[in-house]
Every structure is written in C-alpha cells, then in structure tokens.
C-alpha cells in the first residue's frame, strides 16, 4: 500500500481546455516519464484529483470561460501539499498575485516549454530559501512598467472588480464596450 501511496504522490495533473496544447504537454512530459493525467473541465478536474492525489498540477486561469483560480482551494482541499503552476495566455499582475495569495507556487505565461514549467515546479520542490527570492516580484518591479502594460494592469484590475463582466468594467473606465473588448482581444505589452 505504501507504494501505491508512493506512485500516486508523484502524478502530474493538467488541468487544460485546449485540446491540442493539453496533448501535446502530456506526450511530451510522459516522454520524460513523468506519471500525467489530463482533464478538460472543472468537474472532470476535481473528480481525477480525488482519485488521484497529484503532487503537481498544471492548471490553466480560463477553463472554457470560467476563471481557473476557483480550484486552486478545492485542489489544495483535496491534497495540502499539491504544488500548483497556473498558465495563462493573458498574464497580469493582479491575477498572478491571486493565483499565489490562493497557494499557486508559480503564475507562467503561455507559450511555456516543457522545461520551464518543470523548473516552475523544480524551485518550490527544492526548497532552498534563496531560490524564491530571485523570483521575486521586487527584482522585476525595479524597471518601471510600459504606459501600455500599466494601462493592461489597470483594465484587468477593474474587470475583476466587475466579476468579468465587460460592459460594467466599460462603464466604470468611461469606455465605449467595443473599445474595451478590443483592448482586452490584445496580448499585454511585456513591460
């Protein structure tokens, strides 16, 4: 029994809509032989982790519309020490910092590589208290951002206080709807 215990503790869940980008990450971690399961919704999500008990788990924030943050506290319900690396293709600040404050280890901006998100899942397994520190947000924030970026922080700042609802969020940033649905269709600036 124990070395069930063992197996399972070493499962790898992806959590991941896409159906194309979820295939092609678990054939290619499987080839570096890592135990993968993947799930495409919430339901499916939560009812593999009961099973399962992965150790890691690759989540993404937008899950066919609904936010992916959600799980992380169920995630972390089912298994206290699951680490949790969140993907999205539309990274800011204030939902990077939400998946952390919720028990992410690691916010990754999609395209990621294999080896990124295992070196994401790599530094909070190794547990050396200088490594997190070079990834702190204070070594980043040091260059100010971009007009363009801090307007991107911004919008994403009100949506969220909208709940995603567009049409408030427009109202609120005295903008026409189709202005912001355009702006928010856009990646954000790097820095």
């Known amino acids: 029994m124990t070395q069930t215990g063992s197996a399972m503790n070493e499962t790898m869940l992806i959590i991941e809509d896409d159906d194309t980008f979820s295939a092609t990450l678990l054939r290619a971690l499987k080839r570096r032989g ?11 999500a939560i009812e593999l982790a009961r099973v399962l008990l992965p150790a890691r788990v690759v989540l993404d924030l937008n899950l066919g519309g609904e936010s992916g943050l959600g799980l992380i506290p169920r995630l972390m319900e089912i298994n206290p020490a699951c680490r ?10 204030s939902t990077a910092v939400d998946a952390i404050k919720l028990g992410a280890v690691q916010y ?19 547990g050396d208290a200088t490594t997190p520190a070079a990834n702190a947000p204070a070594a980043i924030s040091s260059l100010p951002m971009s007009v363009e970026r801090m307007e991107w922080e911004h919008i994403q700042r009100v949506l969220r206080e909208h709940k995603g609802n567009i049409s408030a969020t427009a109202r609120a940033l005295n903008m026409h ?9 856009k990646r954000p600036a790097k820095k």
């Open 34 to 44: 890592h135990a993968v399961e993947a799930a495409q919704t919430s339901a499916a």
């Open 84 to 93: 949790i690396v969140v993907l999205t293709g539309y990274a800011s600040i």
């Open 108 to 126: 990754l901006a999609k395209p990621v590589d294999v080896d990124s998100l295992l070196r994401a899942f790599g530094h909070t397994l190794e």
């Open 177 to 185: 709807r189709r202005t912001l649905q355009r702006k928010l269709l």
